[in-house]
């Protein structure tokens, strides 16, 4: 999964703005932890969530410029 992620950079790193990348690959930890919770019902603390949801949501305010 690390392999498919650092590729993925590399591809928008090189095609795209690099800002848009580097905040989408700043999301990786996120991705897992929410990834490990519906696939392998993992279970995240509340500071957790809570972390999760305002990653995501630092994540759409370059978008909304």
Do not use: F, H, I, K
């Not at 992620?5 to 090189?14: D, E, K, L, S």
């Not at 990834?35 to 949801?53: C, K």
């Amino acid at each position: 999964m690390a392999l498919a992620a650092n590729g993925t950079y590399a591809v928008a790193a090189r095609t795209g703005p690099v800002t848009e990348a580097a905040v989408c690959a700043s999301l990786c930890p996120v991705v897992t932890a929410l990834a490990a919770r519906g696939l392998l019902s993992g279970r995240l603390r509340a500071v957790q969530d809570a972390g999760a949801g305002l990653a995501l949501a630092g994540s759409l305010l370059p978008a909304t410029d």
